[in-house]
């Protein structure tokens, strides 16, 4: 029974694609520290609500139905006591062991079960759900210790996609007032 249930789960992770974020009201080192690599990285800032007037309808295929993309946050339990709330297919999706919960995660979750069921491929490593940058993106943080040549090559990028968003060096590179 515990293999059957294994494999179930592993299908219904394979089809389930999702999106991380972290909330806060600032910046996390450990956050930097652990998706940062050679002090090259960025964090859009945003809302909940910037990011779910942002998100467009996504279509496995354009003649497919629009699949639905849940969103909340995660909440962060003691496996050993605490119970998962929710349907158990996608509530899971939005539980971690409460070791985790440094992390602050909110997320958003596409699960393509229907598209498989209806002999879609479905990608194995992710699908781009289209999304107004515009309306999504309040601001851009530069990782701790970026340089100029890294600053120059975002702030690049951001005008070629026609963007007007403001570029800001991480907050953790301020000065201490003690």
Known sequence: MIA???????E???????SCWHMNEGESAAMWSQYVREKR?????STVDLLLSALRPYRIEPHYAEERVW???VRYIDYRTDHMQGSLGLGR?????????YEQEFRSVL??????????RVPERGVFVPVDMPCLCEAIHLAPETDEEFRHTVEGLIAHAGLSVPVFQSEMDDDALY
């Open 71 to 73: 969103v909340g946050p």
């Open 12 to 18: 219904l992770r394979r089809l389930t694609k999702i």
């Open 4 to 10: 059957h249930s294994s494999k179930a789960f592993e």
């Open 93 to 101: 999706f939005f539980h971690k062991h409460r070791s985790f919960a």
């Open 41 to 45: 990285g960025i964090a859009i800032r």
């Open 111 to 120: 699960q393509l079960d229907l598209a498989e069921e209806f002999g879609v």
